[in-house]
């Protein structure tokens, strides 16, 4: 089956504990991103790779980092993370990220709290 | 960034209802896509505009892109409870490889 897996799903954290989310495609896809989710203000988007080894800011980077090393891995990094980082995260893959018209496919979410 | 408004924010609505959900900008997009997005789960796509003045149905969802690319309405005949979701668009330009989002409208049809 086509998936996009997300893990954890769920964690609770404190500040400044680092973690990764990870993050994996069975599609081949060569463009990956990661998005973050908040009420009222929708999903913005954190980080894309339009392949291996070639990563770009979006429109929320600050506190993250990423990495694509493999083409199917697209691992989410907070190397301290603070509470205005707690929000419902997720990864989306698509065949090439030609500018609007691939099909994006969203994992499940996971939702981090840092308290 | 460029902004996408979406209206109405919420509508709660009985079976059998019809409805229309609007998304607005001031910005031209190249595409525009609706996803929609059930609680626990990421979006899902379910159309893709390229071409001012465009409409797609998908069964009992009429999809419209404006003439001019700033606009685009999602139109639902005959809500049912399987339609309950959030709705959300999502705009590219052309020189850009981030998606503009709007903010959604969570729709609720009640049996």
């Known amino acids: 089956e086509a998936q996009v897996t997300q893990n954890p799903r769920y964690l609770i954290t404190v500040t400044g504990k680092k973690l990764t989310v990870t993050c994996s495609q069975n599609m081949n896809h060569e463009y990956m991103s990661w998005y973050r989710q908040d009420p009222g203000l929708g999903l913005r988007q954190i980080y894309y790779s339009m392949n291996v080894e070639v990563t770009d800011k979006g429109d929320v980077p600050e506190g993250y980092k990423v990495s694509r090393k493999e083409k199917r891995n697209f691992p989410l990094i907070l190397e301290s993370p603070s509470p205005n980082q707690t929000s419902l995260y997720f990864c989306a893959s698509s065949s090439t990220g030609t500018r609007g018209t691939d099909t994006q496919y969203f994992g499940p979410g996971t939702r981090l709290t840092v308290l | 960034t460029q902004l996408l408004e979406q209206s109405p924010q919420f509508l709660s609505i009985q079976e059998g209802e019809n409805l229309t959900v609007y998304c607005n900008s001031s910005s031209v997009f190249s595409s525009l896509q609706w996803y929609r997005q059930e609680p626990g789960e990421g979006p899902v796509l379910l159309v893709t505009?390229?071409?001012?003045?465009e409409v797609k149905k998908l069964k009992r969802l009429t999809f419209q892109f404006g003439d001019a690319r700033k606009d685009s309405s999602l139109h639902i005949t005959a809500a049912q409870p399987g339609d309950t979701g959030l709705y959300l668009c999502?705009?590219?330009?052309?020189?850009?490889?981030?998606?503009?989002f709007g903010r959604g409208t969570s729709l609720i049809v009640h049996p």
């Open positions: 999502a705009g590219a330009s052309g020189g850009s490889y981030i998606p503009t």
């Open positions: 505009v390229v071409t001012g003045g």
